[in-house]
Each structure stands twice: as C-alpha cells, then as structure tokens.
T-cell receptor, first 111, second 115 residues
Framework: GENVEQHPSTLSVQEGDSAVIKCTYS??????FPWYKQELGKGPQLIID?????GEKKDQRIAVTLNKTAKHFSLHITETQPEDSAVYFC??????????FGTGTRLQVFP | DSGVTQTPKHLITATGQRVTLRCSPR?????VYWYQQSLDQGLQFLIQ???????AKGNILERFSAQQFPDLHSELNLSSLELGDSALYFCASSVEPSAPSGEQFFGPGTRLTVL
C-alpha cells in the first residue's frame, strides 16, 4: 500500500540555524503534500502545503520543495526559534483519497 | 484554536469496556475524519464521514464504529477495548469532502488509556 517515509525522527538545532525534514512517498499519483506541526498536548496544525504542479512554496521562514521525479518533498525552516520546537508531520494524498502521514520528526530548538 | 472540539479530553477505562468519543466540527464543515495516534504508529486514518454518510475507511478495527449525526457532530465508538487501543484519538474536519481543496482542521484530541 501507499506509505510515506520521514527523516530524521529527531532533530536538534541551535536557535537561528536552519532545519530540514525530508519525506519520500510511494504513490506516484500523489498530488497534494501538506505539512503539519503538532505542539505538546495539541492536535496537528497545517503550516504549509504544496501541490504537484508547483516545485517550491515559501511562507516567511518556512519553505517546502517537491521533486516529483524522485518522489521527495522537504520542509525547510530558516532562522529557527524555540517556539518552532514541536513534532512535524508530512503527508501525501492522491486526489480525494485519504491523507497518508509520515511518522513524524521531533524538532528541538535550543536557545 | 482550530474550531474543532472533542470530548472528553482524557478517558481511562478497563479492558473489555466500551467508550464513546465525541467530535464537533468547525461551523460549516461537512466532513469529519477520525485518526488514531499511538507512539509507534504515528497518525493512522480510521474513517471519514461527509454530510452524514460514510465516505472512506482506513485501518479501522471491526470493534470500532463511527457515525455522523444530522447536526454534523460525530461519535467514535470503541468496544471490547484492549490495552493496545490506548492512544490519542483525533478528529479533523474540512469543508470539502477531502483535500486537496480542503484543509483538514484537527481537534485537540482525546487521550484514551486502557488499563
């Protein structure tokens, strides 16, 4: 079946540094790729998404890139801040099928 | 605050019991999704309802069932509970039947502990 692999599982960075989280999907027909941030004790919250007709999307300090040929997509956070500390999930979806989530990356930003 | 509410926040029960988790979607959202999040399994899609009708099924056990009522709130029923059912259960809602046109908004979750 479809699956999404996410790496790394944990990531520690110094405040101000960049953080990169990578995902690989198996279903080549996937056309929607959201990223969710989950803070402790809360539900996941969408922070950015990208569709298959776009290679890159940026929103302030957050950017997502998509390589359809390699079936890779990545989340880039620049100038990290302590409040960026959370668990980040990538997901992939084909049309109106269910979202397939990655296993999550725990990001810790140290002051 | 996503606008999706879930009750209760915490639930502790014993093996073999039955529980009901409740979700109220954002105002105007017609789709409700249920997910299970456990430490070793990540976020697993269970089931989706759209405007009262079951729309998609994921890895939902036969011991679990759900429904969406005319007022669009949804309930997830878990029966014959086992230790392995201990997890966080999230509800999400969206306007459209599904993405990519509709973002899913997640509730705060219900933490179920089965002893």
């Amino acid at each position: 079946g479809e699956n999404v692999e996410q790496h790394p599982s944990t990531l520690s960075v110094q405040e101000g540094d960049s953080a990169v989280i990578k995902c690989t999907y198996s279903d080549s027909a996937s056309n929607y790729f959201p990223w969710y941030k989950q803070e402790l004790g809360k539900g996941p919250q969408l922070i950015i998404d990208i569709r298959s007709n776009v290679g890159e999307k940026k929103d302030q300090r957050i950017a997502v890139t998509l390589n359809k040929t390699a079936k890779h997509f990545s989340l880039h956070i620049t100038e990290t801040q302590p409040e960026d500390s959370a668990v980040y999930f990538c997901a992939a979806q084909r049309n109106t099928d269910k979202l397939i989530f990655g296993t999550g990356t725990r990001l810790q930003v140290f002051p | 605050d996503s606008g999706v509410t879930q009750t209760p926040k915490h639930l502790i029960t014993a093996t073999g019991q039955r529980v009901t988790l409740r979700c109220s979607p954002r105002s105007g959202d017609l789709s409700v999704y249920w997910y299970q999040q456990s430490l070793d399994q990540g976020l697993q899609f269970l089931i989706q309802y759209y405007n009262g009708e079951e729309r998609a099924k994921g890895n939902i056990l036969e011991r679990f069932s759900a429904q969406q009522f005319p007022d669009l709130h949804s309930e997830l029923n878990l029966s014959s509970l086992e230790l392995g059912d201990s997890a966080l259960y999230f509800c999400a809602s969206s306007v459209e039947p599904s993405a990519p046109s509709g973002e899913q908004f997640f509730g705060p979750g219900t933490r179920l502990t089965v002893l």
